[in-house]
């Protein structure tokens, strides 16, 4: 039986790119190059199969431009909101995504900013590779602790369930606001206190660690008046997306030392990252790192696969996401 031509947008690991030409008439892009959207969909003028990820804006434009041939878009990462979800079920293209295989990598990352940012890592990096550094003093870049400290989770999913986990061997106290209560076993099991009024528990948290998916109700969840509520040394991690946080108000409110400090691996507008905010000291910032980590990027790409070869085999993909009623 013919092979199906998939089209992948951007270089993937060596060992999905191989096991795709194994199994597919699969198009690469080993230069790794960025494309328009205009440009995918030339790519994809002869494709059975479209794999974007979370950098291609696939919007009702391309989607309208893609072959008719074209039924399913595999996304090679967890969010959808670059896809056009409504255009592709009008055009009848099936989406899925790659769930459950990156929240061990993104906990991590999470835990791995969360101690950054009070014990001043970033800061104390940069002045001992630029030769400041005099040595040891009593007082010298003194930051705080996060044992004992509480610890606001907002969105208690998965990835939020395994961020309190891991925080609960730090001996931090766990709080959350989800759009739903979590089952009381995780709740028992995290020691993990509900709160209902996201506003309550912004005043009252050390930490917050932003875990919620993104979507039109949580664009600027955290806006100017929200960043206002929290206490003067409260630190804000986001390793969800940038959007969730009104990223200029947050600058403003770090700058001013509104509030103690941030640890950020999306951004609003990325790849730009604004000059005020990476100018700050009070600001840990990693460039996008949440799933980077061999295992879970392999693992992302077998999801792909899987997806593929349901779809194409006649079967429901295990992955497949719906468009928001």
């Known amino acids: 039986m013919k092979k199906p031509v998939v089209v992948v947008t951007r270089k993937l690991p060596e060992a999905i790119e191989t096991r795709m030409m194994e199994l597919f008439e699969a198009r690469l892009n080993p230069r ?17 199969v479209l794999v974007p990820t979370v950098t291609d804006r696939i919007d009702a434009k391309v989607i309208a431009a893609l072959p008719e041939r074209l039924r399913l878009i595999a996304n090679f990462g967890v969010g959808v909101n670059h896809i056009d979800l409504a255009a592709a079920a009008k055009r009848g293209i099936v989406v899925t995504n790659t769930p459950d295989v990156l929240t061990e990598d993104t906990a991590d990352l999470t835990i791995a900013l969360l101690l950054a940012v009070p014990r001043r890592l970033s800061e104390g990096e940069r002045l001992l590779r630029t ?12 930051g705080s602790r996060v044992s004992g400290k509480r610890l606001g989770i907002i969105g208690m999913g998965r990835i939020g369930q395994a961020v309190a986990k891991r925080a ?13 209560r ?14 209902a009024d996201l506003d309550q528990m912004l005043a009252h948290m050390d930490f917050i660690s932003i875990n919620c998916p993104y979507t039109p109700e949580t664009r600027h969840l955290l806006n100017e008046r929200r960043l206002k509520l929290l206490q003067p040394h409260a630190c804000i991690v986001n390793t969800a997306r940038g959007e969730i946080i009104d990223e200029a108000a947050l600058t403003r409110a770090l700058a001013a030392k509104k509030i103690g400090g941030a640890g950020l691996d999306v951004y609003e507008h990325e790849p730009k990252v604004a000059a005020a905010l ?18 879970g990027r392999i693992a992302m790409g077998e999801k792909v696969i899987i997806n593929i070869r349901a779809f194409t085999d006649g079967h429901k993909p295990p992955d497949r996401v719906l468009p928001r009623e």
Do not use: Q
Not at 182 to 195: C, N, Q, R
Not at 278 to 284: C, D
């Open 131 to 142: 030769g400041k550094w005099v040595g040891w003093s009593p007082t010298f870049m003194m």
């Open 182 to 195: 979590v089952h009381v076993a995780a709740e028992s099991l995290l020691e993990a206190t509900y709160w």
């Open 278 to 295: 990476r100018k700050l000291p009070n600001a840990v910032l990693a460039p996008h790192l949440g799933s980077a980590t061999r295992e």
């Open 32 to 48: 790794d190059r960025s494309y328009a959207g205009r440009e995918i969909a030339k790519l994809a003028a002869d494709a059975d």
């Open 168 to 180: 609960r061997a730090f001996n931090m106290s766990i709080h959350y606001h989800n759009r739903k």
